[in-house]
Structure formats: structure tokens, C-alpha cells
């Protein structure tokens, strides 16, 4: 239960392709956003589709297949954990941020070619 702690499970789909750094040691790092919908009726009985975007961030490995596989629309389940973090803008102004650190994905969409579904364990770092 101690990895219940800080557990973040999201599916969804990718709002672009991932944005991929190279850093000086040579590991990278992928940052991109994904949408999750909510789906549901009103009082009025009218569907109702609710559109939350998360930012995500991977590294190492996770960052690696990212960037072989997924690409804009793309449908993926991941697991990570929630960070939160604080910054001062040019004027001064503090600003939060919350992303998703993802530990292990699994693609749910088509390849990039448009084949079948990719056969392809959980990617995990």
C-alpha cells in the first residue's frame, strides 16, 4: 500500500507530440500533455463532456519510448505521481504548476503507421 501514497492512473489522449531534451549526461526527458474526458448526463439529461489537460513529464527510458512511438492524438494508461511546484515570473508574480511524473505507460491507440496495434509490454524506467 506505500506506493498508494502519491499514485497518479490517467488515460487519455496526447495534445501533441512529446517535447524531447537531450541533457548534457545524455538522458532525456519528455514533456507533453494529455486530455482526459469525463463523460455524463445533467439534470436536463443532456451528455456532458468534461476535458481536463495534465502535464506530463518522463525520463530515461519512459522518455525514450515516448519519443519512438507516440505522436499528437495518440491514446495511452499511465501510472506516475503528482508534483507540484512554484516559480516567480519576470514580473514577479508567483506561479504554480502541477505535472505528472510518469513511471510506466501502455499505448492504447494505433501505431504511427496506421498497422494494428503495437504488441508492447508496460513501459516502465
Known amino acids: 500500500m506505500m506506493n498508494l501514497r502519491n499514485s497518479v492512473q490517467l488515460i487519455g489522449n496526447l495534445g501533441k507530440d512529446p517535447e524531447i531534451k537531450t541533457l548534457e549526461s545524455g538522458r532525456k526527458m519528455a514533456k507533453v500533455t494529455i486530455a482526459t474526458n469525463d463523460i455524463y448526463k445533467n439534470s436536463k ?70 498497422a494494428e496495434k503495437e504488441e508492447l509490454p508496460v513501459l516502465s524506467y
Do not use: P
Open 45 to 114: 439529461g443532456e451528455k456532458i463532456v468534461d476535458t481536463q489537460w495534465h502535464n506530463l513529464v518522463c525520463w530515461g527510458r519512459v522518455a525514450e519510448r515516448m519519443e519512438k512511438y507516440l505522436t499528437k492524438g495518440s491514446e495511452i494508461c499511465l501510472q506516475g505521481k503528482l508534483t507540484h511546484s512554484s516559480y516567480k515570473d519576470d514580473k514577479g508574480v508567483t506561479r504554480y504548476s502541477s505535472e505528472v511524473v510518469v513511471h510506466e505507460f501502455m499505448m492504447l491507440s494505433k501505431k504511427r503507421n496506421g
